[in-house]
């Protein structure tokens, strides 16, 4: 370990939620983008946390439910994506725990799975290259999330305190706020894709890209209208209730372009971050470098190397610049201290290129820019396969649809 760097390990075991965030606080407090305080997390990390959901998984009604966002009873989002966006289930495991439900259900879930699955791929092609090839819609007005778009609007701030308390929207009011923010008000995608982010527990950059992306009309024909329109139907309450409900300021569709043509031949065909197909073993070694892609008991290295002790890297530099909600890094500070009650494993704040220089590592491989970054700079001796629904292969990733032929 470097000079300087924390080996933070030996207390994390039995965190309270409590516990956890004084830890992350006194540990990670100077990385941390807002007060650190965790109201109601929508998840608490885990594998044992993640293993009990999956065990009570019920899709019935997500079919027409899916989209539905107040009262919180009427939802039947699953709410199983940090777990899945940092590798404590797998794609495959949440499908294949849905094979006895009602069969519409089903196949509106796994659907949504593989929409997960083409985020992935499409980050796998273009990487750190999507913010700017695929940006259709110029910026027209300038201004701090939330600050620039909050006002009286229930459901703005609803849903915007639903985000900052919680650490997770359903699909349906990430789009509300993502089309409120860049198409109805003209401020840049790209500022609003970076404070949700920071906040969402399953803050990915392969799917929160595509979703805002999604939303503003790049790599689409159109843009998504949010207007009152979506309230009524999905949460029709908060216009009930709303100070501003006689003269409701989106009441009407917002106007939208779609922008301009990209050139979008990476896209048609290239190459993608896929990672090996088997494990590549060079010799063995003698940790298991664990990222946050992968942070569960089953992830493949840890797995194959049973008897080798596990590392864990707050990669400072990233996290200074990130500045992510507290929320999220107590998301993961709960899921190491679980994980550390079965297995041996240090955790280190510093950058992991510098903390894990010279040692000999299996990892499970990560399609994403910062993984092959950082394994270009170090001595990983066993590279173990990333688990994806079906491997990229070079082909159509312009759109879902092209896609998923
Ligand atoms: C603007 C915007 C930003 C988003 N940011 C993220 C993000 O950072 N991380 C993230 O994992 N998802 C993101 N999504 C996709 C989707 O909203 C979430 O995956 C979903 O809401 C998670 O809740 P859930 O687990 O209850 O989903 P469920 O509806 O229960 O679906 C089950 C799983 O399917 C996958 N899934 C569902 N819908 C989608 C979708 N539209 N796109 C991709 N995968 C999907 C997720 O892995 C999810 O956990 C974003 C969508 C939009 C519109």
Redesign the pocket.
């Known amino acids: 370990m470097s000079e300087g760097a924390t080996d933070l390990v030996p207390q994390l075991p039995n965190l309270s939620i409590d516990d956890a965030a004084s830890w992350v606080a006194q540990h990670l407090g100077h990385l941390v983008g807002d007060s650190g305080a965790v109201a109601i997390p929508a998840r608490r990390g885990g594998q044992r946390a993640a293993d009990a959901a999956l065990a009570a998984l019920d899709v019935t009604g997500y079919a027409k439910r899916?989209s539905q966002v107040h009262p919180l009873q009427r939802r039947a989002?699953?709410?199983?994506?940090p777990y899945?966006?940092h590798g404590l289930l797998t794609?495959a495991e949440?499908s294949a725990a849905v094979a006895g439900a009602p069969a519409a259900d089903r196949r509106k879930?796994i659907d949504?799975?593989w929409?997960?699955e083409y985020?992935r791929h499409l980050y796998a092609r273009v990487g750190t290259r999507n913010t700017a090839p695929l940006r259709r819609r110029p910026a027209t007005a300038a201004g701090q999330w939330p600050d620039a778009i909050r006002n009286d609007m229930s459901c703005v701030q609803s849903v915007s305190d639903e985000l900052e308390q919680t650490g997770?929207?359903?699909?349906q009011t990430?789009?509300w706020l993502?089309s409120h923010w860049s198409v109805r008000a003209g401020h840049d995608w790209r500022v609003g894709e970076e404070w949700?982010?920071r906040h969402?527990l399953?803050?990915?950059r392969a799917?929160?890209r595509?979703?805002?992306q999604?939303?503003v009309g790049a790599m689409t024909s159109e843009a998504y209208g949010f207007s009152r329109w979506q309230v009524e139907r999905r949460a029709p309450a908060w216009c009930a209730s709303c100070p501003l409900a006689s003269e409701c300021p989106i009441q009407d569709w917002p106007t939208a372009s779609p922008g301009e043509r990209i050139d979008d031949a990476l896209l048609r065909a290239g190459p993608d971050l896929a990672g090996p197909d088997e494990a590549e073993i060079t010799a063995a070694p003698e940790q298991v470098w664990l990222t946050a892609e992968s942070l569960g008991d089953r992830d493949p290295a840890l797995m194959a190397w049973p008897t080798s002790p596990a590392v864990f890297v707050f990669d400072e530099p990233l996290l200074d610049r990130l500045r992510l909600s507290a929320k999220r890094l107590v998301f993961i500070a709960e899921t190491l201290a679980d994980l550390a009650e079965r297995r041996p494993l240090r955790i280190v704040l510093g950058d992991p290129v510098v903390e894990l220089h010279g040692v000999a590592l299996a990892s499970t491989f990560a399609p994403v820019p910062g993984y092959q970054r950082r394994t270009a700079l170090l001595n990983v001796v066993a590279t173990h396969p990333y688990s994806w629904m079906r491997r990229p292969s070079g082909g159509d990733v312009r759109s879902h649809s092209a896609w998923i032929r």
């Open positions: 899916r989002a699953t709410v199983l994506s899945i966006r794609l949440a879930f949504e799975l929409w997960q985020t997770w929207l359903v699909n990430r789009m993502a949700m982010f969402l399953d803050g990915s799917a929160n595509y979703g805002w999604w939303s």
